[in-house]
């Protein structure tokens, strides 16, 4: 039996795989650094009435979790134009834009100590569906 | 106005690299440089300032509210580029869309009235939790 025959073994497969898990996990750990960073600096329009926007552009420059969830975001901005030239966008949209719904949700929960609730879990969960029908 | 410009700005900016990128020769990691060079090409450009704009706009929301609740409570942005497409371009929009676009609705629905900040800012030490755990109307 040749096994490679089978969509799951095969190469493709295995890139596919690869190419939505680099844009998936590169994103959440851009978006949760990023957010990390906001919560550290504190609210942006007080600071604003306070500092000006100067001074609220100079409390986000000077974070260096910013420049981190930054550098992952560009990581996931140029791993998804590597997919999105290797893939249909039919499959590649809805794959990372669901995925990354749910591993958002799960990142902010264990490293940004949020509170997803039962209410948030139920959106998530039908964001993330209704989206994969929209994108698909 | 914070969690409009998230919404449309994201997808909108999405839809321009896409058919920016669709539109050019396949690229290979032999050379990484020609992903720098699409960057100019204008479908691609005008993606970036659509994505710089919700870049913004989304620093902003984060500062003031969960990444569990701005990413949820945009989620209609979606929406928004799905019914211009529909009733702006007159494109087709099959059922599984419009289930798409229902679902995405009632998502957000369910998340946007409740608490936007669960946690505690950093600077705000001298708040109590409880004062800060309901904090926030959408803005």
Known sequence: MNFTSLPVLSASFWAITAMIAAVVLSSTAGEVLTAAAMKSIGDLDEIRAHSGLKGAIVAVLTCPLFFAGVFFMAVAFFALLFTLNHMNLGLAGPATASLTVVTNAIAAKFFLKENVDRRRWTAAVLICIGVYFLAH | ?139
Request: hydrophobic letters at 55%; a negative charge; glycine letters at 6%.
């Open chain 2, 1 to 139: 106005m914070i969690l409009i410009l998230v919404s449309v700005c994201a997808p909108l900016g999405n839809a321009c690299l896409a058919k920016g990128m669709t539109s050019l020769p396949e690229l290979s990691l032999a050379h990484p440089f020609s992903l720098f060079a699409a960057v100019f090409t204008p479908w691609v450009a005008l993606g970036i300032a659509l994505l710089i704009g919700f870049f913004a706009s989304y620093l902003t929301a984060l500062s003031w509210a969960d990444l569990s609740y701005v990413m949820l409570a945009t989620a209609w942005g979606n929406v928004v580029v799905e019914l211009l497409s529909h009733f702006c371009l007159h494109e087709q929009v099959s059922f599984q869309r419009w289930l798409g676009v229902a679902l995405i609705t009632l998502g957000v629905a369910f998340v946007a009235p409740g608490p936007s900040r669960t946690v505690q800012p950093a600077l705000n030490d001298s708040a109590p939790l409880e004062t800060l755990v309901e904090k926030g109307a959408p803005r």
